[in-house]
């Protein structure tokens, strides 16, 4: 769940980076000319910076989708493991109904289990 959050966190720092950028830019007391030289190099250098985010956000998917497997496997082996001994206390506690319902001439009397 953290690999998450950092990669929502990694992603709106570079989004809030070039929205920031855009506006100091906008603001700021050039001449249009400049303006418009700086607005082309930003916007030249926007597809680099999406590629970046695209990356970063899909390690941080690659990322979570590994852990959600990891914990659905270990989920899946607990789940097997407690059905297997719900099996066999289920098995156990047959044989021991069925030993008390037989009648007691069938029993083996005391000394005879020992």
Request: aromatic share 2%; hydrophobic share 40%; charged share 30%.
């Amino acid at each position: 769940m953290s690999n998450n959050r950092s990669g929502v966190f990694i992603g709106g720092v570079l989004v809030g980076a070039a929205i920031g950028t855009l506006t100091g830019i906008l603001m700021a007391p050039r001449t249009g000319r400049e303006t418009r030289q700086i607005l082309k190099k930003s916007a030249d250098a926007l597809p680099e910076l999406a590629e970046d985010l695209s990356t970063s956000v899909q390690l941080q998917a690659d990322r979570l989708s590994e852990s959600a497997l990891r914990n659905w496997d270990e989920t899946l082996e607990r789940l097997r493991e407690a059905i297997a001994a719900g099996v066999e206390a289920t098995q156990q506690e047959r044989r021991v109904l069925k030993r008390d319902a037989e009648p007691p001439d069938s029993r083996p009397s005391l000394t005879d289990r020992l």
